[in-house]
T-cell receptor, first 114, second 114 residues
Framework: DSGVTQTPKHLITATGQRVTLRCSPR?????VYWYQQSLDQGLQFLIQ???????AKGNILERFSAQQFPDLHSELNLSSLELGDSALYFC?????????????FGPGTRLTVT | AQSVAQPEDQVNVAEGNPLTVKCTYS??????LFWYVQYPNRGLQFLLK??????LVKGSYGFEAEFNKSQTSFHLKKPSALVSDSALYFC????????????FGAGTRLFVKA
């Protein structure tokens, strides 16, 4: 158990809908990352927050947004969902924002868009 | 731009034999390098990292990796494979300075046969 929690575990929704994925980092970690894992694209970095502030942005679509709250938990919002958004979404956390810190991954949320 | 390549989709090895999972990287500056492992239906787990110093890095579960700057490689090794090592292995790189995101390789599936 990495100490990173994600809810829900599974999510099934229809095209055009909006969902929110939630992540709680390990105790003491200030940085949160979001990743999308799919068979054809592999593991893609979406966005990173550090202590409530956006730190780095990757291949995140405009339909997706995220935030990190004062209690350090984070939410990833996915809207106008398309079939291609079906994937495993991981949250990870690290102590700091620097690149030398290893990341601890949650169990993931499996999103299925029908 | 930084990138990482895992040239083998799959590696097969017999239990008790040494294993190697290959990784090469490309960065403009210096790299921070990581190995993670993913078991079925689980998030990624940190194995080891190279930040600076000794080129041979030791990590969890008996794994080690050697940083080779001239060959821009960071191959993962283990002297004696176990069936329980069967999993998906990811190499990751972050560029220093200036790299604000971690780039993951496509992953290599390791099969250890009893």
């Amino acid at each position: 158990d990495s100490g990173v929690t994600q809810t829900p575990k599974h999510l099934i929704t229809a095209t055009g809908q909006r969902v929110t994925l939630r992540c709680s980092p390990r105790s003491g970690d200030l940085s949160v990352y979001w990743y999308q894992q799919s068979l054809d694209q592999g593991l893609q970095f979406l966005i990173q927050y550090y202590n409530g502030e956006e730190r780095a942005k990757g291949n995140i679509l405009e339909r997706f947004s995220a935030q990190q709250f004062p209690d350090l938990h984070s939410e990833l919002n996915l809207s106008s969902l398309e079939l291609g958004d079906s994937a495993l979404y991981f949250c990870a956390s690290s102590v700091g924002a620097a690149g030398s810190y290893e990341q601890y991954f949650g169990p993931g949320t499996r999103l299925t868009v029908t | 731009a930084q990138s990482v390549a895992q040239p083998e989709d799959q590696v097969n090895v017999a239990e008790g034999n040494p294993l190697t999972v290959k990784c090469t990287y490309s960065v403009s500056g210096n790299p921070y390098l990581f190995w993670y492992v993913q078991y079925p239906n689980r998030g990624l787990q940190f194995l080891l990292k190279y930040i600076t110093g000794d080129n041979l890095v030791k990590g969890s579960y008996g794994f080690e990796a050697e940083f080779n700057k001239s060959q821009t490689s960071f191959h993962l090794k283990k002297p004696s494979a176990l069936v329980s090592d069967s999993a998906l292995y990811f190499c990751a790189v972050r560029e220093v300075p200036g790299g604000f995101k971690t780039i993951f390789g496509a992953g290599t599936r390791l099969f250890v046969k009893a």
